[in-house]
T-cell receptor, first 116, second 118 residues
């Protein structure tokens, strides 16, 4: 069985602070994919990133960065110099390679509130 | 429109009534998914359609739930004899390709249909 845990239910930061959203996953598969999605107040989930289990290189995209560590089964997401527009619920998700590759297992989400 | 369209955006119904939720995927997307988001919960997979293949119904919580996809495009999720625990946001997503590692996970979501069962 697959499981994704996002222990942080809600985080509040002041604009320009850095913030890290934690994600811990469980899977028995050796090949799998990890994702982050953003859900703004409009409700529409927006894809942010996909990593496969063979690629542990960290990735940076503008103010966003992701730290994938297989040794700790974690895929953490850091927002540098946060902005009010970053306020949203962020979901970490996991998919295996077999069967329906896009049948994602989602965590419960972390609500990020960025204030001025 | 260019995105995934869902209707109704909000639906309030009485316990025991049937409801239908509609999803219009992005044109050309062959894969379509339904997820359910309950308050304080993550997204729960319900059903997946890929082209003309038999749908993956493994996530449907009971036989009161069913879904169909006509002509490989529009999908309807039907909940019969609704219960209060069915109250949730029902999200539809589509993907340009289904299955396989290259397509894994990059789903395009609609804004959801919020269902409230009184």
């Amino acid at each position: 069985a697959q499981k994704v845990t996002q222990a942080q239910t809600e985080i509040s930061v002041v604009e320009k602070e850095d913030v890290t959203l934690d994600c811990v996953y469980e899977t028995r598969d050796t090949t799998y994919y990890l994702f982050w999605y953003k859900q703004p107040p409009s409700g529409e989930l927006v894809f942010l990133i996909r990593r496969n289990s063979f690629d542990e290189q960290n990735e940076i995209s503008g103010r966003y960065s992701w730290n994938f560590q297989k040794s700790t089964s974690s895929f953490n997401f850091t927002i540098t110099a946060s902005q009010v527009v970053d306020s949203a619920v962020y979901f970490c998700a996991l998919s295996n390679r077999g069967g329906t590759a896009s049948k994602l297992t989602f965590g419960t989400g972390t609500r990020l509130q960025v204030t001025l | 429109g260019a995105g995934v369209s869902q209707s109704p955006s909000n639906k309030v119904t009485e316990k025991g009534k049937d409801v239908e939720l509609r999803c219009d995927p992005i044109s050309g997307h062959t894969a379509l998914y339904w997820y359910r988001q309950s308050l304080g919960q993550g997204l729960e997979f319900l059903i997946y359609f890929q082209g003309n293949s038999a749908p993956d119904k493994s996530g449907l919580p009971s036989d009161r739930f069913s879904a169909e996809r006509t002509g490989g495009s529009v999908s309807t999720l039907t909940i019969q004899r609704t219960q209060q625990e069915d109250s949730a946001v029902y999200l539809c997503a589509s993907s340009p390709r289904g299955g396989g590692p290259q397509a894994a996970g990059e789903l395009f979501f609609g804004e959801g249909s919020r269902l409230t069962v009184l």
